[in-house]
Structure formats: C-alpha cells, structure tokens
C-alpha cells in the first residue's frame, strides 16, 4: 500500500520559516516526478512547486519563487518544502504528490497558519 504523509505544518509569524517533509512508504521516490500542492478556504487548489524525476529540475508558483524550495533525499525517501519569509497568504493546506508509471499518488495534507 503506497503511503504519503506530510508534516512540519502549523502556525507560524509572518516573515518566520517551515519546513515540510513528505515521507513515502509502499513506494520508491527515486526517479519520480514530485509536486507540492496548497489549497486555501475558498480557493482552487494551486501548484506550489515542482521537481522533475531526472535532473531534478525545479519549478515554482510565481507567489513563491525565491521564498520557498523543493528538494528530496531519495535516500530517504522524503520531499521538502523549504518555506522561508511567510506571508499570511501563504495559509493553506500543503499536499504532496508523487507521478510515476504505477499513476498518481497524494498526501492527506499538512495545515500551514501563518499569522501574527
């Protein structure tokens, strides 16, 4: 059974860090294509960021270049999100997602706050 769960999410001050980690089990991260998702009340889910399964290649939401980065440990078998110089827009539900030939994988999400 192919597992995905995040954490490192919570309420955080405007302009402080998090770090999110999204750990696979049932499946091997090596070699797949990655993504982080967010999704606010009210809102559509929003491509956060992305890494390519070779070369990790990296690609970022414009509302977050320059202030978050995505990488992996294959060794591990862990995503991050890196967040730094968090806005309050920045509120949301982060969800990772892993594509390989198997299809489609999804966390169940971890709640970012952030807030004064």
């Known amino acids: 059974q192919v597992r995905l769960v995040e954490s490192g999410g919570g309420l955080v001050q405007p302009g402080r860090s998090l770090r999110l980690s999204c750990v696979g089990s049932?499946?091997?991260?090596?070699?797949?294509?990655m993504r982080w998702f967010r999704q606010a009340p009210g809102n559509e889910r929003e491509l956060v960021a992305s890494?390519?399964?070779?070369?990790?290649?990296?690609n970022y939401a414009d509302s977050v270049k320059g202030r978050f980065t995505i990488s992996r440990d294959d060794d591990k078998n862990t995503l991050y999100l890196q967040m730094d110089s968090l806005k309050p827009e920045d509120t949301a539900i982060y969800t990772c997602k892993v594509h390989c030939i198997r299809g489609d994988y999804w966390g169940q999400g971890t709640q970012v706050t952030v807030s004064a």
């Open positions: 049932g499946i091997i991260l090596r070699g797949t294509e």
């Open positions: 890494i390519s399964h070779e070369n990790d290649n990296t």
